[in-house]
T-cell receptor, first 113, second 111 residues
Framework: DAGVTQSPTHLIKTRGQQVTLRCSPKSGHDTVSWYQQALGQGPQFIFQ???????QRGNFPDRFSGHQFPNYSSELNVNALLLGDSALYLC????????????FGSGTRLTVV | RKEVEQDPGPFNVPEGATVAFNCTYS??????FFWYRQDCRKEPKLLMSVYSSGNEDGRFTAQLNRASQYISLLIRDSKLSDSATYLC????????????FGSGTRLLVRP
């Protein structure tokens, strides 16, 4: 049973560029959440998608946007990258009716130079 | 003030030691509580849920004190493999059931 799959695993971008991160949820899961984890910090909630709509958003600027597709997979887009966007980006999937049953992917490590 | 606060450590203990971690949370309306474990450069993984009655899973015991808004984790008979960062987690009271993480407490178990 495949868990949560994220791609790419590592990425290096230049300030001002745009990046797209991808997530395939665990089989059977319908809800996808994205978290940002800076070095030495706990993960911070970015947003959550359910039924192809953003259901909740954390304290992140509009440069961070996302999408959920009919097959429940999701993308996280970040525009106008800043050095401070360097972090581990984690995708977590769950079932809407079992909201605390999160499964995390292994993350995408983004470095902005 | 952070929503979830933890002592960052590191806690450096010998194998076989008992070690306790604490965390406090600020939102008295939070309803669900967890401890997650995160190995270096890996994703967080659920260690255990935390209940007011206390719960135990092998060498691990978690406790919740709602009145003090305080959560604890006790690890008995520490193993080298317990070395990791332990994240205290509470849930937000909105439709997303988002997880609110503390910054983590780092544990190093030495031979």
């Amino acid at each position: 049973d495949a868990g949560v799959t994220q791609s790419p695993t590592h990425l290096i971008k230049t300030r001002g560029q745009q990046v797209t991160l991808r997530c395939s949820p665990k089989s059977g899961h319908d809800t996808v959440s994205w978290y940002q984890q800076a070095l030495g910090q706990g993960p911070q909630f970015i947003f959550q998608y359910y039924e192809e709509e953003e259901r909740q958003r954390g304290n992140f600027p509009d440069r961070f946007s996302g999408h959920q597709f009919p097959n429940y997979s999701s993308e996280l887009n970040v525009n106008a990258l800043l050095l401070g966007d360097s972090a581990l980006y984690l995708c977590a999937s769950s079932l809407e009716r079992q909201p605390y049953g999160y499964t995390f992917g292994s993350g995408t490590r983004l470095t902005v130079v | 003030r952070k929503e979830v606060e933890q002592d960052p450590g590191p806690f450096n203990v010998p194998e076989g030691a008992t070690v306790a971690f604490n965390c406090t949370y600020s939102n008295s309306a939070s309803q669900s509580f967890f401890w997650y474990r995160q190995d270096c450069r890996k994703e967080p993984k659920l260690l255990m849920s935390v209940y007011s009655s206390g719960n135990e899973d092998g060498r691990f015991t978690a406790q919740l004190n709602r009145a003090s808004q305080y959560i604890s984790l006790l690890i008995r008979d520490s193993k080298l493999s317990d070395s990791a960062t332990y994240l205290c987690v509470v849930t937000a009271m909105d439709s997303s059931y988002k997880l609110i993480f503390g910054s983590g407490t780092r544990l190093l178990v030495r031979p």
